[in-house]
């Protein structure tokens, strides 16, 4: 239940005392730590409060992966003005959140990592916020780090900028305001920022992140929106309330919003719909508490529209002017999203609670709702759908959720989706950035040259021994890639990708160079036949699982697939010898995570979620009818 605040007073023309700004950067270079820290130093919290590292990372999958997926706004005050702060994602798989951040904002934060410098989600992010013409400002993180190199990285960072600006045809006047960007450098953990440059790897000369905040006041521009128009406000982002339901996040474009106020819905279709606003919520901190107006340049959550959506616009009913709809990039990938077929569908020690087709369609229509850059398209059977969105990560999250809320899926092998362009199929294509030590450097070339990667820029440290590659890849050489390349890194290697546009089908490509262990037969997994196979390649399972005909229980050492008894029980006899009954040594399993299993699967493979378990299976389990597909796919009746 909200709560009431304190009313603001009437506001004149103009928001002298309000700042949005949004915070971009690459994974992991700070963006969530530097928000902690900022409101940890405007009182945001109660002094006896429990401080929890990346307050603003409040999903458990956001939690557990250490990395920002949906975008988030928080509030601070600092000196009377207020700063509406919007913590985006750094992952390009979730660039419909960032789009939908920067449509709130009217300036950015870049944050770069005094390291790292800019990665290619750096550029993906940047290019988002400079094609909406906002100020930027770059932030040094991590100065502290030992090996920081501050200077280098602000010059790479302008070159990116300048080159970006040339790439979208920027104004000169607008490229000339880049050369003077100002320049932050802190240290988001120790909550320090500075104008003045550190000795690499110090911390910055100053107590707190004051000077941070004088320079946004000073180049974020206050908003511009028009506070005597007409009602325009743009719905931006859902959320949901078991007290008020659905939840319409919107900026307030023009003119004033009140509670209990009657305004015109304005729908996709082009339709007005008279609604009623039931609650009017700001945010405070982390908490959303009740108000009874909102003016242009105000960010403010809605109650009481129980379809809105986003890019909706809500307006003056008797004046109804429409906002653009948020656009976004389209889909690079697509997988395949139904029921469990399995012969262990709702038979898991820990079973799912939604298996129908019924509940599968809701949820994936659910899911539309509130991501603009998905999309979910019917497939030949009724149980099945084909789900399209920006990368494997995106799509992953997903299907790891649905999996946590109860259901029971069978999830395809990503493919990528196709274009026609001039009567030839394109494919979409990855910028791959990889840092790896000198050792590995022929490595990791030779891996993406079978995967068709052209090698478009080398660079060697002169601060260690380690070299960085961009590669442009077709992104199908990109799924699968990610655990065969820390394989050959031994750990060590870093591998960043961005979408880099469509080109031409390079042909077919064979990513993955082992078979398959399959198992033969249902049953639960022996000890006995464990030891029996262990030289046969790598298990998934140990024993006492339970498998069925046509599952994936290891991968072969060999490029082609094996059936295997997996479930072959030791004989008995009457006769002992000393020299038999040795205790066996196993090998434990190799376990996969889901995003490794659809990393590994093959063309005719598969991968069953359920809530207790990931298992990799055959499309076709019967040993036969595979034989026979695979017949007539060679002899292209298929």
Not at 254 to 276: E, L, P
Not at 431 to 454: I, N
Request: glycine content about 8%; proline content about 5%; hydrophobic content about 40%.
């Amino acid at each position: 239940m909200s709560v009431t605040a304190p009313e603001r007073p009437e506001s004149p023309a103009g928001r002298a005392d309000l700042r949005n700004v949004a915070i971009v950067a690459h994974v992991d270079h700070g963006k969530t730590t530097l928000v902690d820290a900022m409101l940890r130093q405007s009182g945001a919290f109660a002094a006896r409060a429990e401080l929890v590292d990346r307050v603003m990372d409040s999903g458990d999958l956001e939690r557990e992966k250490g990395i920002t997926i949906l975008a988030k706004n928080t509030a601070i005050h600092r000196d009377g003005t207020t700063i509406n702060v919007i913590d985006t994602p750094g992952h390009a798989d979730f660039g419909g959140e960032v789009e939908r951040g920067l449509s709130m904002v009217d300036g950015v934060v870049l944050l770069v990592d005094a390291s790292e410098g800019p990665l290619p989600q750096t550029r993906f992010v940047l290019r988002k916020a400079l094609s909406a013409h906002l100020p930027v400002i770059l932030v040094v993180n991590k100065t502290d780090r030992a090996d920081a190199r501050c200077a280098e990285v602000v010059d790479e960072s302008l070159e990116l900028l300048l080159e970006l600006a040339t790439d979208l045809d920027l104004d000169d006047d607008v490229v000339a305001g880049l050369l003077d960007l100002p320049v932050i450098y802190a240290s988001a953990r120790a909550g320090k920022a500075s104008t003045e440059r550190p000795a690499d790897g110090a911390v910055p000369d100053s107590p707190d992140l004051q000077p941070l905040f004088d320079t946004l006041m000073a180049q974020v521009p206050a908003p511009a929106d028009d506070p005597n128009g007409v009602l325009q406000a743009h719905v931006t982002n859902l959320d949901a309330s078991s007290y008020l339901g659905r939840i319409a996040l919107c900026r307030v474009r023009s003119g004033r919003i009140r509670r209990g106020q009657q305004v015109g819905w304005c729908r996709a279709d082009g339709s007005v719909t008279r609604v009623k606003v039931t609650e009017l919520l700001r945010t405070e901190a982390l908490e959303r508490v009740s108000t009874e107006f909102a003016d242009a340049g105000d960010i403010v959550a809605v109650a009481g529209i129980a379809e809105v959506t986003i890019g909706d616009t809500l307006a003056d009913p008797e004046d109804p002017r429409p906002l653009p709809r948020i656009t976004v990039d389209e889909p690079a990938i697509a997988m395949t999203i139904g029921i469990n077929t399995s012969p262990l569908a709702g038979r898991d020690p820990k079973p799912g609670t939604k298996l129908t087709a019924r509940l599968v369609k809701n949820r994936l229509d659910a899911e539309l709702v509130g991501n603009v850059s998905m999309r979910v398209l019917p497939t030949e059977r009724p149980d099945a759908w084909e789900v399209q969105g920006r990368g494997e990560l995106a799509l992953a999250i997903l299907v790891e959720q649905m999996r946590r809320e109860g259901f029971e899926l069978t999830v395809g092998k990503p493919e990528v989706v196709t274009r026609i362009v001039d009567g030839k199929t394109h494919e979409p294509f990855e910028r791959l950035s990889v840092d790896v030590p000198d050792e590995h450097l022929g490595a990791v070339t030779q891996l993406l040259a079978a995967r068709k990667g052209d090698l478009l820029e080398m660079q060697h440290s002169a601060s260690s021994q380690n070299v960085r590659m961009e590669f442009r890849v077709p992104s199908r050489g990109l799924i699968g890639f990610r655990t065969e390349f820390l394989t050959e890194t031994r750990g060590t290697g870093i591998a960043n990708q961005l979408f880099d546009g469509y080109g031409p089908w390079v042909g077919e490509l064979r990513a993955r160079i082992s078979g398959s262990l399959i198992a033969d037969r249902a049953g639960a997994v022996t000890g006995h036949a464990v030891g029996l196979l262990a030289d046969r390649g790598d298990l998934f399972v140990g024993p006492t699982t339970p498998v069925y005909a046509g599952m994936v229980v290891g991968e072969n050492s060999r490029s082609e697939d094996m059936e295997v008894n997996i479930v072959r029980e030791k004989k008995l006899t009457n006769m002992r010898q000393s020299s038999q009954d040795v205790l066996e040594r196993l090998t434990p399993p190799r376990i996969l995570s889901l995003e490794q299993s659809l990393e590994f699967c093959s063309e005719d493979e598969c991968v069953e979620v359920t809530p207790g378990a990931v298992r990799i299976r055959k499309v076709i389990l019967d040993a036969q009818e595979r034989h026979k597909a695979r017949n007539r796919s060679k002899q292209g009746l298929a």
